[in-house]
């Protein structure tokens, strides 16, 4: 019923990890970092720090190559990716463009691997709560 | 000091990370030199073409669009820089700088706008990020729907980011009209 569609609309129309530009976490060293109250993940780009929302991620994967030298890829999700809690609106961005895939290179092979892990982490959680909440409202 | 500003602390942001520097403006153009030497970036004024001023986290931004098409950004302006700077540039170079809107929703759709050498991707209106198209070393198309832009990997003594980008795609849907029939651009 009406109910529903506004759960909807708000799952997709409500993603905002920020409300305030000061609300981002200092700007430290230029690397992946991740936000655990915000649940958003922070990508260098160009000298900035970009937030994107834990709930944009499909999945995020790391590899290591002979030098020592990791590689950081993570893809978001986009239309067509099957179950995605925050897409069921995605219908009213149909003329958008998304961010599909982000590869990193990174110089530290530990903060390579925790951060992985830590994104990791973020997104079970997110993810199983809102299909918790999802169930909840069936 | 009749002629101009001096700002210390003002980094220049670019591929490759942050460099920390100080930054003169004055009547003929604006000319930032790196802390301890080395890199300098000196834009006359009548090469400026556009002056931007964003709010970044705890500080703000200002960009230097170049008539070639480069833009240059500079960052570590207090809100009253801003002010009196705004007044300099409008008095000693006709120049009103416009003012863009930082994006902190953490979306991944919006809109992407190709502007001199810049791409930058919009959300609602306000600008999530900008890379330019001068570090682009290749772009790909994969599939229908889908644009890769490959960067030039840098290793120069100036970068100093830890994790680089190294590739970034874009997925057009086809319900997107904004590109249509033009597979060289995304």
């Known amino acids: ?138 | 000091m009749a002629d101009g500003h001096l700002f210390n602390n003002i980094s220049l942001g670019g591929r490759g990370g942050t460099n920390p520097g100080q930054l003169r403006v004055h009547s003929g153009g604006i000319v930032w030199k790196k802390q301890g030497g080395g890199k300098a970036v000196e834009v006359d004024k009548a090469d400026i073409s556009g002056l931007t001023w964003m709010k970044v986290p705890r500080t703000n931004q200002l960009g230097v669009i170049s008539k070639e098409g480069l833009k240059y950004k500079f960052t570590g302006f207090r809100d009253q820089d801003v002010s009196s700077l705004t007044t300099f540039f409008q008095t000693a170079c006709g120049i009103t700088p416009e003012e863009k809107q930082l994006s902190v929703s953490g979306k991944n759709w919006g809109e992407v706008d190709l502007n001199g050498n810049m791409l930058s991707f919009l959300v609602g209106s306000k600008q999530a990020f900008e890379v330019s198209l001068a570090d682009v070393s290749q772009t790909q198309l994969q599939g229908k729907n889908d644009v890769m832009l490959e960067f030039h990997v840098d290793d120069t003594t100036g970068a100093n980011e830890k994790d680089s980008l190294m590739e970034i795609s874009f997925h057009i849907p086809n319900s997107n009209t904004q590109f249509v029939g033009d597979e060289n651009c995304p």
């Open chain 1, 1 to 138: 019923g009406t109910m529903d569609n506004r759960g909807a609309m708000k799952g997709s129309g409500d993603l905002n990890a920020y409300k305030n530009i000061n609300d981002l976490p200092t700007p430290r060293d230029l690397m992946i970092q991740v936000d655990q109250k915000h649940e958003a993940i922070l990508l260098p780009v160009h000298g900035s720090m970009v937030p994107f929302h834990i709930a944009t991620v499909k999945s995020v994967t790391s590899q290591q190559d002979t030098n020592r030298t990791c590689y950081i890829r993570i893809i978001f999700n986009v239309p067509g990716t099957p179950f995605n809690p925050y897409d069921s609106n995605s219908l009213k961005y149909q003329g958008s463009i998304y961010i599909k895939e982000a590869s990193f290179r990174s110089r530290d092979p530990r903060h390579s691997s925790e951060i992985v892990q830590q994104i990791k982490t973020l997104r079970r959680q997110v993810t199983s709560r809102e299909s918790e909440r999802a169930e909840r409202a069936t």
